[in-house]
Nanobody
Framework: QVQLVESGGGLVQTGGSLRLSCAAS????????MGWFRQAPGKEREFVAR????????DYADSVKGRFTISRDSAKNTVYLQMNSLKPVDTAVYYC????????????WGQGTQVTVSS
């Protein structure tokens, strides 16, 4: 059974940093793409970043480029989202997700972790 467990959220001031972790288990993720999404109150869930587990190639939403970095540690089966220069607009519940690299839809989701950036 696939499980994605996020951690690392919290309260931080504007300009601060947080590192989110997503511990993945239940299968081999070599052929998967791992993504981070977020959902702010009253808004739809939006894409933040993704990484190919096999190649390490990454992609980011324009709103976080240059501030956020996604990475993975294959030995720990963990994906990270390093968030720097945080802004109040980054406040949201952040979700880790996984999809097989030939599919478009993410089939596995974590429970989410709250990130709150105070002004």
């Amino acid at each position: 059974q696939v499980q994605l467990v996020e951690s690392g959220g919290g309260l931080v001031q504007t300009g601060g940093s947080l590192r989110l972790s997503c511990a993945a288990s239940g299968r081999t993720f070599r052929d998967y793409v791992m993504g981070w999404f977020r959902q702010a109150p009253g808004k739809e869930r939006e894409f933040v970043a993704r990484i190919s587990w096999s190649t390490g190639s990454t992609d980011y939403a324009d709103s976080v480029k240059g501030r956020f970095t996604i990475s993975r540690d294959s030995a720990k089966n963990t994906v990270y989202l390093q968030m720097n220069s945080l802004k109040p607009v980054d406040t949201a519940v952040y979700y880790c997700a996984a999809r097989f690299n030939l599919l478009r839809e993410y089939g596995y989701w974590g429970q989410g972790t709250q990130v709150t950036v105070s002004s």
